[in-house]
């Protein structure tokens, strides 16, 4: 009888082990018989033809291969000797370090434990000599060169010794520890992953059970006054006893949730908006299936922007507005300005831009998902559903943070065996959406991949060609300084385009912790302004001013004369528009199919 202190009862562990092996068995099934004539792409990525090429290169010039081969031995020689003077005693300086942004090492066996030491700094250097190694292969057009480096760091961040058990100093502490129990229970973890993705590995990243849309995220009161096929639009309860005249109109992505904004009251964007005196009208957008397969993006300008402009009018009285659209939402905005400007229509009197790119020319990372054949493999997949799945979107973000957003919980879900912490905005991340197939193939084709948005008439929307340049409406940017999704320097190039002012303001952080970025003492995040806009985001930066806390009262003494006035709160539902629900409203509701 096992009666040590910390065992793991073996009946309990047993039980677990055969639960285990039956599920494993029938999963290896289900996913045996899904693969039985489907259809074959090997290569869905287009990854094996750049990597074809840069072996070529790189085999042409053998001189340069050996001189990389020498740097990575002498690199190595440095490491040996190091470790060999610490083995005698001495504390030698590393020859590789970490960044110190990078929390694969922050367990102390990494530092002070000889034999991890080592091999961390082993890691590092080879993976530094691999990404200068592709890095500096010449003759490879700038995309086949951007892909296979994005690749090479997926892969470089693959290999880490912090992702296998046998190598990361925490997990074998754990295993000792717990006789095994963490690795069956990472199993267990990853099996039931496996089976709430339907055989598609959908990694848990936070408690799943401690968020409910409407009851502890997405709580701000309001009413749904006006709904479409594509969305349901939400008034906000007033928060001050008067209002600024001219309401104001979120448009968020349709790539997620709206919520993002209306987390918890301490992190609501939407909350605050209300406190500093405004109508807040959120658009909450579909989560599309198959019946709305051919709604396009001129779509969503209509019955999104337009239509939720006419609804405000009729639950406010008032025909003038401000707008903020967030990522994609900024882009369509964007796209809808230029519209209503070749139709001489001005009731949009101040644009905001949350993290929002026009040009697409750099998009960073995500432009090695752009190319003909992946493209037209996406577009099979989407024609035959109707839609794009909402895993697809989610895996292609969580791969442009892989050590954040995978490698990190496949070492505490897996490999430790725990269970991820609450947290609000993991939660979000992980609610995904669908799009629309026609919309997607659009978005994607004119705006990424041939970049025709910022081309005079290069796009036409409900019969009018349309032209960035015409748009005259004063604007606030706000991009972020580490954004993995829309690159601040590829947002800026606004600033040279719109025809009317520009405002940049710069966030610290990125894409989502940049913009939910509340005036409140738990905030670390500064930003950076700068009065004037010069032709480059390099030379704006080089003249701006770090300014300590949140960007969001600067927004707000922005956009407070564009309200025009203050007139006493409107309650939502008691206009022209009555209420049809509660906020959030049941579009935000409905869960993507995985």
């Given at each position: ?7 793991p ?13 039956e ?18 792409n090997?290569?869905?990525l ?14 042409a ?22 470790a ?8 030698p ?13 922050k367990?102390?066996?990494w530092?002070?434990n ?6 961390k700094q ?71 992953d ?16 401690a ?46 949730k ?91 009197k ?21 190319d ?6 996406l ?81 036409t ?5 349309i ?55 738990k ?28 960007w ?15 007139v ?26 995985t």
């Open positions: 009888m096992n009666d040590q202190p910390g065992a009862d073996p009946a309990a562990l047993a039980s677990t082990v055969a639960g285990i092996a599920r494993s068995q029938r999963l290896l099934l289900d996913y045996m018989n899904k693969q039985n004539g489907a259809p074959g090997l290569d869905p287009n990854v094996q033809q750049p990597f074809l090429d840069l072996m070529s290169r790189m085999m010039d053998p001189a340069k291969m050996m001189q990389a081969q020498i740097s990575l031995w002498q690199d190595y020689m440095n490491l040996w000797q190091s060999a003077r610490r083995m005698m005693g001495e504390t300086p590393p020859v590789a370090e970490a960044a110190r942004s990078d929390r694969r090492f367990d102390a066996e530092q002070d000889p034999f991890f030491d080592y091999l082993s890691y590092l250097l080879t993976s530094r000599w691999l990404l200068d190694t592709v890095n500096q292969v010449e003759g490879l057009d700038d995309k086949t060169a951007k892909k296979i480096d994005f690749y090479t760091r997926q892969f470089v961040d693959a290999i880490s010794p912090s992702n296998f058990a046998a190598t990361n100093p925490e997990v074998l502490r754990a295993t000792l520890e717990s006789r095994g129990e963490n690795l069956v229970k990472g199993l267990d973890n990853l099996l039931a496996l089976e709430r993705g339907k055989g598609r590995l959908q990694i848990k990243m936070t408690d799943l059970d968020f409910e849309v409407g009851k502890n995220v997405a709580i701000t009161p309001g009413k749904v006054v006006y709904r479409n096929d594509l969305i349901e639009l939400i008034q906000y309860a007033p928060r001050t006893a008067e209002v600024h005249r001219r309401p104001l109109l979120v448009i968020p992505p349709w790539i997620n709206y919520y993002i904004l209306d987390l918890r009251p301490d992190n609501s964007f939407v909350r605050w908006a209300a406190d500093q005196g405004h109508t807040v009208f959120v658009v909450s957008w579909v989560n599309p299936d198959e019946k709305l397969a051919a709604k396009s993006f001129e779509n969503y300008m209509l019955e999104g922007v337009l239509a939720a402009l006419d609804a405000m009018e009729k639950a406010t009285g008032e025909r003038e507005h401000n707008v903020v659209g967030y990522c994609l939402g900024g882009t369509l905005l964007a796209s809808a300005l230029a519209y209503m400007a070749a139709k001489r229509d001005d009731r949009v101040s644009a905001t831009y949350f993290a929002a790119l026009t040009d697409f020319a750099e998009p960073g990372d995500l432009g090695v998902f752009i003909e054949e992946q493209l037209r493999h577009e099979a997949g989407m024609n035959e559903r109707g839609y794009l799945e909402g895993a697809h979107m989610a895996t292609t973000f969580n791969m442009l943070r892989a050590n954040d957003l995978i490698w990190s919980f496949v070492v505490n879900n897996y490999l430790l065996g725990k269970e991820p912490f609450p947290f609000d905005l993991l939660y979000w991340n992980s609610d995904s959406t669908r799009m629309p197939a026609a919309m997607h193939s659009f978005y994607l084709r004119k705006m990424y991949q041939e970049n025709k948005l910022i081309e005079p008439g290069g796009i929307l409900n019969g009018v060609p032209d960035l340049r015409k748009v005259k409406t004063p604007s606030f940017m706000l991009s972020t300084k580490d954004d993995h999704i829309a690159p601040w320097e590829a947002t800026y190039a606004a600033t040279q385009i719109f025809a009317g002012p520009v405002r940049f303001t710069l966030a610290a952080s990125g894409h989502i912790a940049g913009v939910v970025s509340p005036p409140n003492p905030n670390r995040y500064g930003h950076w302004t700068n009065t004037a806009n010069p032709p480059t985001p390099s030379a704006w930066l080089a003249n701006a001013v770090e300014q300590p806390g949140s969001w009262p600067s927004w707000a003494a922005w956009i407070a004369p564009f309200g025009d006035g203050m006493p709160a409107r309650e939502p539902g008691t206009g022209k528009l009555k209420a049809l629900a509660d906020a959030p409203g049941t579009y935000v509701m409905v869960k993507a199919q």
